[in-house]
């Protein structure tokens, strides 16, 4: 089945420092399957962080960014340089275009100190 | 804007028993989902219905009902409970399966003692 591997957590970096959270996936069903980012903060539901659905395309958003790679079957999660209120647990998910179901992984702890 | 309700927020149930968990959105979403999350996993798909009295069985299905009666509406339902099912169960909800952007429920936490 398809499936999503990320970085396990949790992550720890100072603020102002760079980030990258690590995600592959396996889509045996789907050719180019749908990428997404998700995120938990404190105290809130989940939330969508940003989606690609192109193959080489990039998203960004809040200042995270991520490039669909499907040579190496990647969605890295990066950011130059992570404040405080990034600490949160951010999911990478997967679906396939016109279906219902979405893959997510299993999420990473971020945790950035002052 | 719209959003995700679920009720009860923390839910208390003994071994065996039935118990029921609620979530409605106000989005008009066709799609709804049950989820659910143990401690350090990923969510893992119970049920999904795509439009009202549609039920689609997920990975995770054995175990649980799930009815939806209504478009704004979706239960799930755990037939009995067992020990090792203290879990968040998360509702969500989507109108563009094309994309798949899921909105989300605050959460059920279940824990059967």
């Known amino acids: 089945g398809d499936s999503v591997t990320q970085t396990e957590g949790p992550v720890t970096v100072s603020e102002s420092e760079s980030l990258i959270i690590n995600c592959t996936y396996s889509?045996?069903?789907?050719?180019?399957?749908?990428l997404f980012w998700y995120v938990r903060y404190p105290g809130e539901g989940l939330q969508l962080l940003l989606k690609?659905?192109?193959?080489?395309q990039k998203g960004s958003s809040r200042g995270f960014e991520a490039t669909y790679n499907k040579e190496t079957t990647s969605f890295h999660l990066q950011k130059a340089s992570v404040q405080e209120s990034d600490s949160a647990v951010y999911y990478c998910a997967l679906a396939r275009t016109g279906g219902y179901k979405v893959v997510f992984g299993s999420g990473t702890r971020l945790l950035v100190s002052p | 804007g719209g959003i995700i309700t679920q009720t009860p927020k923390f839910l208390i149930g003994q071994e065996g028993q039935k118990l029921t968990l609620k979530c409605q959105q106000n989005?008009?979403?066709?799609?709804m989902y049950w989820y659910r999350q143990d401690s350090g996993k990923g969510l893992r798909l119970i049920y999904y219905s795509i439009t009202e009295n549609d039920l689609q069985k997920g990975d995770l299905s054995e175990g649980y009902d799930a009815s939806r009666e209504k478009k704004s509406s979706f239960s799930l339902t755990v037939t009995s409970a067992q020990k090792n099912e203290m879990a968040v169960f998360l509702c969500?909800?989507?109108?563009?399966?094309?994309?798949?952007?899921?909105?989300f429920g605050p959460g059920t936490r279940l824990t059967v003692l």
């Open positions: 889509a045996t069903s789907i050719a180019y399957p749908n």
């Open positions: 989005f008009n979403h066709d799609t």
């Open positions: 690609v659905i192109t193959a080489g």
């Open positions: 969500a909800s989507t109108s563009d399966r094309n994309y798949a952007e899921q909105f």
